[in-house]
T-cell receptor
Framework: KAGVTQTPRYLIKTRGQQVTLSCSPI?????VSWYQQTPGQGLQFLFE???????NKGNFPGRFSGRQFSNSRSEMNVSTLELGDSALYLC???????????FGPGTRLTVT | SQQGEEDPQALSIQEGENATMNCSYK?????LQWYRQNSGRGLVHLIL?????REKHSGRLRVTLDTSKKSSSLLITASRAADTASYFC??????????FGTGTRLKVLA
């Protein structure tokens, strides 16, 4: 099976812009979770989608949003970018009833 | 805020030695998992231990869980240079919401 893929791998944006990141889960996985990883805050849970519905949400401002499509692919969007949004954004998928998460390689976002 | 706190933050050992890292958490959990991350890449699942289990083995990995102390430990035996990575514990409680620890950076010297 192909692993979790994320696009793009690297992104440079300017403050105030918005960005959309994409994640394709492992075939058959309906749960997709997003995380933000920074040196200062570590790995922080953003949200989780299951069958096109947001099932869980972390403590991030409304500028961070996501969605999931019928084929389980997911996108996350960050509007009005701030310098502090610079991070590695990781996506993970898991099978139904499983807690084991499979992570993608991440998207490295730099906000200047 | 982070639920899991790992200890030590960094660990440097010689190849062939054992590496032990600890994780503490704050609330009751369904299960606890350990993940490995190589140099800013995605995480790789290593092992899951359920809240009603006390010890689990997988190859060179041994995980213990003490729910009364809200802590877990990961032991890597006979470490190799390829084990150099950051190790994170992750807890789940209630629904499928994961809280990761701060991580332990392990360096295995050849």
């Amino acid at each position: 099976k192909a692993g979790v893929t994320q696009t793009p791998r690297y992104l440079i944006k300017t403050r105030g812009q918005q960005v959309t990141l994409s994640c394709s889960p492992i075939s058959g996985h309906r749960s997709v979770s997003w995380y933000q990883q920074t040196p200062g805050q570590g790995l922080q849970f953003l949200f989780e989608y299951f069958s096109e519905t947001q099932r869980n949400k972390g403590n991030f401002p409304g500028r961070f949003s996501g969605r999931q499509f019928s084929n389980s692919r997911s996108e996350m969007n960050v509007s009005t970018l701030e310098l502090g949004d610079s991070a590695l954004y990781l996506c993970a998928s898991s099978g139904d009833g499983s807690y084991e998460q499979y992570f993608g390689p991440g998207t490295r976002l730099t906000v200047t | 805020s982070q639920q899991g706190e790992e200890d030590p933050q960094a660990l440097s050992i010689q190849e062939g030695e054992n590496a032990t890292m600890n994780c503490s958490y704050k609330t009751s959990i369904n299960n606890l998992q350990w993940y490995r991350q190589n140099s800013g890449r995605g995480l790789v699942h290593l092992i899951l231990i359920r809240s009603n289990e006390r010890e689990k083995h997988s190859g060179r990995l041994r995980v213990t869980l003490d729910t009364s102390k809200k802590s877990s430990s990961l032991l890597i035996t006979a470490s190799r240079a390829a084990d150099t990575a950051s190790y994170f514990c992750a807890t789940t409680s209630g629904t499928y919401k994961y809280i990761f620890g701060t991580g332990t950076r392990l360096k295995v010297l050849a």
